[in-house]
């Protein structure tokens, strides 16, 4: 589960001047942590979705931020962090959640410093998905609320059948292109991909019924942008032929790619009715 992790360069030994008392003496996880700190934005989604807020500590900032979350409400309910050694001392954590690959360092620090860390891998697919949610939910003692959260995805993302095949590509401002969690979206959708690769002219040879794109925010325009928005786009595929995946489904690998899939459907069912 990549992108935006909340770790900075902030977890330094320099950090440490007046925290170390504050630090737990052992790395001993407890059976059923209550106050559970995450430090990624992906694993933030997990969490909040797992537990209630009386049982967090602490999510990252970036939990709150619609672009990137599809846990908003619930992240608004609980403290925001950075990163940064005094915030994990102050909250004295009985468990620390974050990823695999981002400030190393910081996470041996963390470990030696006596804190609970468990670190989830990328998810990359729906199967990592599922073993995620059952690694977290067992280290948070919610082993039955994680297998109805991966039985209610799984649900989610069955395919279905469409009454006549509609192609679809994924287009944005990088041209066609694919994710393992945007396919599942729009597998589970009923609908045939064209392609995962290629530009405008790639695009005009496959001639799909319909695009599917992210919602971009207006305040992050790019050059990218003249590729999305090419006049042909627009003209062949003009907005009653666009579906939408909200970015924030498909930028961490959680369970919300099956909330993403059922509200693709909809919106194929408003405009093949």
Known sequence: MKVRPAWLALLSPALLGGCT????????????????????????????????????????????????SAQVAAARRVAANHGSVEEVARARPD????????????????????????????????????RNVGVLAAALGERARGEAMIARMDAQLAPVRSARPITVAAWGRDGMSDSPFLSAIVAAAGLTSVGSRGGIEALLRAKPDFLVRGVADPREGSLGDNVSGHPLVRRFWPAAKRLTVAQSATI????????????????VAAVTS
């Open 252 to 267: 961490c690998g959680t369970p919300a790619i099956g909330d993403a899939a059922v509200d693709l459907r909809r919106q």
């Open 21 to 68: 008392a504050s630090v737990p003496a052992a790395s001993v996880p407890v059976a059923r942590p209550m106050r559970v700190m995450s430090l990624n934005q992906c694993t933030d989604q997990l969490v909040l979705a797992l537990l209630p807020p009386s049982r967090i500590a602490s999510v990252t900032w970036l939990s709150r931020d619609p672009r990137y």
């Open 95 to 130: 468990l620390i959640v974050t990823d695999t690959f981002s400030n190393p360092g910081g996470r041996a620090m963390l470990r030696r410093l006596g804190y609970p860390v468990l670190e989830l891998a990328d998810s990359g697919d729906v199967a990592g998905i599922r």
